[in-house]
């Protein structure tokens, strides 16, 4: 079945604690793209990438870093997360100009 | 600057009424425009773009490069179409969501 998968999907955590939240996806999509959703402020793109090694910033950035090592994953890294980084997070993927697959979701909560 | 405006946030209507959800959008050059909704407790998932013209569970789309808008319309709107709806313009990389409406068809 094509999809994406993320994990974890429920994660609690400290401040400054480092964690990883791994997407795979096995659709052999070039693109994958990481987002955040807030209550009132939509969907906000964290980081994409458009093909292996290839990233860039999207508008919310600040406090993430990401990695493509290989085509099917693209995990998101927080280095010291903060309380202001709990959120709803979703990874996605597409190929071209084409509808994005999105992941379940994970919710992190930094305490 | 790139942004999309859905200026309501919550709107409610009665199952069978017209529904329209407004998108305005700012984006260089010609993006591809898209719906996506989120059900409860679901993932986002698509439900139209403009370039297919299709219509998808009565839902249509009306692009106006003019007004620089894709509002999503449906003329009977159906209990099952409350969700989250979120319209996205996507070029040279970079989707810009819309915050979203929060659509309730009341019994």
């Known amino acids: 079945e094509a999809q994406v998968t993320q994990n974890p999907r429920y994660l609690i955590t400290v401040t400054g604690k480092k964690l990883t939240v791994t997407c795979s996806q096995n659709?052999?999509?070039?693109?994958m793209s990481w987002y955040r959703q807030d209550p009132g402020l939509g969907l906000r793109q964290i980081y994409y990438?458009?093909?292996?090694?290839?990233?860039d910033k999207g508008d919310v950035p600040e406090g993430y870093k990401v990695s493509r090592k290989e085509k099917r994953n693209f995990p998101l890294i927080l280095e010291s997360p903060s309380p202001n980084q709990t959120s709803l997070y979703f990874c996605?993927?597409?190929?071209?100009?084409?509808?994005?697959?999105f992941g379940p979701g994970t919710r992190l909560t930094v305490l | 600057a790139q942004r999309v405006t859905q200026p309501e946030k919550l709107l409610s209507v009665f199952k069978g009424a017209p529904v329209e959800l407004k998108c305005n959008y700012s984006?260089?050059?010609?993006?591809?425009l898209f719906w996506y909704v989120q059900y409860s407790r679901q993932r986002l998932q698509l439900l139209l773009r403009?370039?297919s013209r299709e219509s998808i569970k009565g839902f249509t789309a009306d692009l106006n490069k003019g007004e620089t808008s894709f509002h999503l319309k449906k003329p009977f709107a159906q209990e099952e179409d409350s969700a989250m709806y979120y319209c996205?313009?996507?070029?040279?990389?970079?989707?810009?969501f819309g915050t979203g409406t929060r659509l309730k068809v009341l019994a």
């Open positions: 659709m052999n999509h070039e693109y």
């Open positions: 996205a313009p996507y070029g040279t990389y970079k989707y810009i």
């Open positions: 990438s458009m093909n292996v090694e290839v990233t």
């Open positions: 403009h370039i």
């Open positions: 984006y260089s050059g010609s993006p591809e």
């Open positions: 996605a993927s597409s190929s071209g100009y084409n509808e994005q697959f």
